[in-house]
């Protein structure tokens, strides 16, 4: 799901004039009167996607899904200075959001378009913090570079292979669908991320997508159930190595879920060896290797109707009964399954 073309074509011949007040505010209007600039319901503005039926936040709000499922769930104030990797940063929100709850947050944001970024210079988020945002955009834009909030304008593949990056303490992942859009929820991506968080960092998605999941548990992640905010699924939250604080706060994912990942081939994840396939690539080889494993398996193969029922060898059903986290599930289930 991208941002709408006309969105963006109109955005890019604002960015061409003087950034001055006048000129921001008539960019809204223009977008507002056009259709493409949608106030949604706390009062905050999201932008139409590529499918003019779709937009790029639920209509619950665009801060909204910034604090409740971003800030809160992060828990972002326990942490003196915490270090926030903002992916897919779009106008601000998440960066507005945790700079709200604490004010030392640093904040290294990964935008790949550059007018989603100028957006974030007409609108008012009806938060002070969005001054602190504004003014590394503005920075950014200048050319010059701001060391508490670093703007990276590139694919997110080439921010993580970067030397300079920080250790990070929360990794806000809000990328687009990974149905349509995989690019950053391959194992190989996931696993740089992996390896740039702290020892109890958590990364923060708004996708419950069941070969995401899957991905995060085959990196090394304990996953958790998040907060349902706009949708009918929970958000999902990642572990590296959760401290006594954060077990406390793991939530088992579904039951159903948890079988998806560990027996079907619908839990193959994507991958990206190389960091440089496109969309249509990874789709297309994730396809393949779905087949691939439904020929191994065999007559052994659960179908997925099957799977979500509970219809599976009862054996691999217990596990699921076991005080365990959902990641240490999926990984008994699945040594289990492939062994007999």
Same mark, same amino acid.
């Given at each position: 799901?991208?941002?709408?073309?006309?969105?963006?074509?109109?955005?890019?011949?604002?960015?061409?004039?003087?950034?001055?007040? *006048?000129?921001?505010?008539?960019?809204?209007?223009?977008?507002?009167?056009?259709?493409?600039?949608? *106030?949604?319901?706390?009062?905050?503005?999201?932008?139409?996607?590529?499918?003019?039926?779709?937009?790029?936040?639920?209509?619950?709000?665009?801060?909204?899904?910034?604090?409740? @499922?971003?800030?809160?769930?992060?828990?972002?104030?326990?942490?003196?200075?915490?270090?926030?990797?903002?992916?897919?940063?779009?106008?601000?929100?998440?960066?507005?959001?945790?700079?709200?709850?604490?004010?030392?947050?640093?904040?290294?944001?990964?935008?790949?378009?550059?007018?989603?970024?100028?957006?974030?210079?007409?609108?008012?988020?009806?938060?002070?913090?969005?001054?602190?945002?504004?003014?590394?955009?503005?920075?950014?834009?200048?050319?010059?570079?701001?060391?508490?909030?670093?703007?990276?304008?590139?694919?997110?593949?080439?921010?993580?292979?970067?030397?300079?990056?920080?250790?990070?303490?929360?990794?806000?992942?809000?990328?687009?669908?990974?149905?349509?859009? #995989?690019?950053?929820?391959?194992?190989?991506?996931? @696993?740089?991320?992996?390896?740039?968080?702290?020892?109890?960092?958590?990364?923060?998605?708004?996708?419950?997508?069941? #070969?995401?999941?899957?991905?995060?548990?085959? /990196?090394?992640?304990?996953?958790?159930? &998040?907060?349902?905010?706009?949708?009918?699924? &929970?958000?999902?939250?990642?572990? @590296?190595?959760?401290?006594?604080?954060?077990?406390?706060?793991?939530?088992?994912?579904?039951?159903?879920?948890?079988?998806?990942?560990?027996?079907?081939?619908?839990?193959?994840?994507?991958?990206?060896?190389?960091?440089?396939?496109?969309?249509?690539?990874?789709?297309?080889?994730?396809?393949?290797?779905?087949?691939?494993?439904?020929?191994?398996?065999?007559? *052994? /193969?659960?179908?997925?109707?099957?799977?979500?029922? &509970?219809?599976?060898?009862?054996?691999?059903?217990?596990?699921?009964?076991?005080?365990?986290?959902?990641?240490?599930?999926?990984?008994?289930?699945?040594?289990?399954?492939?062994?007999?």
């Amino acid at each position: 799901m991208l941002p709408n073309k006309k969105a963006l074509d109109l955005i890019k011949i604002y960015m061409e004039k003087d950034f001055t007040s *006048k000129n921001l505010k008539e960019l809204i209007k223009k977008l507002i009167e056009s259709d493409l600039l949608v *106030k949604t319901e706390d009062g905050t503005f999201t932008v139409r996607s590529e499918d003019p039926e779709e937009l790029m936040h639920s209509r619950v709000g665009a801060l909204t899904e910034g604090i409740e @499922k971003f800030a809160v769930p992060s828990k972002v104030e326990s942490i003196k200075n915490p270090k926030i990797l903002d992916l897919c940063s779009g106008m601000g929100y998440n960066a507005v959001s945790a700079l709200h709850y604490n004010i030392n947050s640093e904040i290294d944001m990964v935008e790949y378009s550059k007018e989603m970024l100028f957006l974030s210079l007409a609108l008012d988020i009806p938060i002070k913090e969005h001054f602190i945002v504004k003014n590394a955009i503005s920075e950014f834009f200048k050319g010059n570079l701001n060391q508490k909030i670093r703007i990276f304008n590139e694919d997110a593949r080439i921010t993580l292979l970067r030397k300079d990056l920080k250790k990070y303490d929360y990794v806000f992942h809000d990328a687009f669908s990974p149905a349509n859009d #995989p690019v950053l929820y391959t194992v190989d991506f996931l @696993k740089l991320i992996y390896e740039t968080m702290t020892d109890s960092g958590v990364l923060i998605s708004y996708s419950s997508s069941i #070969p995401f999941r899957s991905a995060l548990v085959n /990196c090394g992640f304990i996953i958790s159930e &998040g907060p349902a905010v706009g949708r009918k699924r &929970g958000a999902t939250l990642a572990y @590296k190595n959760p401290d006594e604080f954060q077990k406390k706060n793991i939530k088992r994912i579904p039951e159903a879920d948890e079988r998806l990942i560990a027996l079907s081939t619908v839990g193959v994840p994507f991958y990206d060896k190389n960091l440089d396939l496109n969309s249509d690539e990874i789709i297309k080889n994730r396809e393949i290797d779905r087949i691939n494993l439904k020929n191994l398996l065999g007559n *052994k /193969c659960y179908s997925t109707t099957r799977i979500k029922a &509970g219809k599976i060898d009862e054996k691999l059903l217990k596990i699921q009964n076991e005080n365990l986290n959902s990641s240490e599930i999926i990984k008994k289930m699945k040594k289990i399954y492939f062994e007999y």
